[in-house]
């Protein structure tokens, strides 16, 4: 069975940086695509960033461009999200998520994923 284990987030001042980590396991091969959602308290969970491997391809919510980058190492078969400049509407819960097979694309769209991690909390105050 598919696993994702997000790690790497806390409280930060604006200005900070976090870089957010997620573990694959229980297939032998990386997922296709992969992506970073977040929900804060009394909102939709939204997409962030998304990567696939095979393509090299990125993409970005506009909110985050040029502020966050979304990278993978395919051999410790782990995602990364690099956060910049972070403001106080970053805070969040932060999901990985990932699929396999298919068409390689990247999607900022919860329902084009069909394995989703836990969450790690980020917090940023002004």
């Known amino acids: 069975q598919v696993q994702l284990v997000e790690s790497g987030g806390g409280s930060v001042q604006a200005g900070d940086s976090l870089r957010l980590s997620c573990a694959a396991s229980g297939y032998p091969y990386m997922p296709s695509c992969l992506g970073w959602f977040r929900q804060a308290p009394g909102k939709e969970r939204e997409g962030v960033a998304s990567?696939?491997?095979?393509?090299?391809?990125?993409s970005y919510t506009d909110s985050v461009k040029g502020r966050f980058t979304i990278s993978q190492d395919n051999a410790k078969k782990m995602l990364f999200l690099q956060m910049n400049s972070l403001k106080p509407d970053d805070s969040a819960m932060y999901y990985c998520?990932?699929?396999?097979?298919?068409?390689?694309?990247?999607?900022?769209?919860?329902?084009?994923?069909?394995?989703w991690g836990q969450g790690t909390q980020v917090t940023v105050s002004s």
């Open positions: 998520a990932a699929r396999y097979g298919g068409v390689q694309y990247t999607s900022l769209h919860r329902g084009t994923y069909s394995y």
């Open positions: 990567i696939c491997g095979g393509t090299g391809a990125t």
